[in-house]
């Protein structure tokens, strides 16, 4: 075989085994939006009745001014009700080391047990809300409701973020939040992931070529410098 042949060979191979990764299937409808975050939404604790968890992974941002999320919760949930009574709840987001308990949190009632006895968690104050936030999530958000929307297996809370509090670990010494620091879960395809390998910040792409374009400009420069 000659070089040139097994070059055209190689080079085949490639594209065979690019066209292969990109090949598809069909599959049936159904919620695969992922990696989600997973979180630990606290509610109730008022009036007699007992705060709870309940673990959701059907959360998103969905506004910037005012700032607001959603969280999508079945309606035979004891939650649900604790929610819809009270109007307000807190997603508190956990590390990866609390895994166990944030499942434990989705697979039993809150109907039935005391979560946070369940879990070991602890209770915390809220700044703006009565419902409790949980102390060992590094995230904690606290919202008030602004608006239901049943949708058929779910209810979507749309609701307005009040209030945040995060660990004081997390703030590096210029004061800005360092969430690599955090461990966070997520959430794909019915199973639990600790977020991995840090790439970029948001707009680190356009970023990364004007300072390579910045630097061919300064070595140009240099070249032409008399001092040189």
């Not at 606290?42 to 007992?50: A, E, I, L, V």
């Not at 779910?154 to 620091?181: K, P, W």
């Not at 840090?198 to 374009?213: C, D, P």
């Amino acid at each position: 075989m000659s070089v040139q042949t097994a070059g055209v060979g190689k080079r085949g191979r490639e594209r065979g085994a690019r066209r292969s990764s990109a090949a598809k299937t069909a599959w049936k409808p159904g919620n695969l939006l992922m990696p989600l975050p997973v979180v630990l939404a606290s509610c109730g604790g008022t009036r007699g009745q007992r705060a709870n968890l309940i673990t959701l992974a059907w959360v998103g941002t969905i506004c910037s001014d005012p700032p607001m999320l959603s969280i999508a919760v079945r309606p035979e949930r004891h939650s649900h009700a604790l929610i819809k009574a009270a109007g307000e709840f807190a997603v508190n987001v956990p590390s990866a080391d609390l895994a166990k308990q944030t499942d434990w949190c989705g697979v039993v009632s809150g109907r039935d047990v005391d979560k946070f006895a369940g879990t070991g968690l602890t209770p915390a104050a809220g700044l703006k809300v009565s419902c409790p936030i949980v102390l060992e999530c590094p995230v904690n958000i606290e919202c008030r409701v602004r608006k239901t929307l049943p949708l058929g297996s779910h209810t979507l809370f749309l609701a307005e973020i009040v209030a945040v509090q995060v660990s004081a670990a997390l703030v590096d010494g210029a004061g800005a939040l360092d969430i690599r620091r955090a461990g966070l879960l997520a959430f794909a395809h019915g199973h639990y992931f600790e977020l991995g390998r840090y790439i970029g910040h948001f707009g680190f792409s356009v970023r990364k070529r004007r300072k390579r374009r910045c630097a061919c400009r300064e070595r140009r420069l240099a070249r032409r410098s008399p001092s040189r």
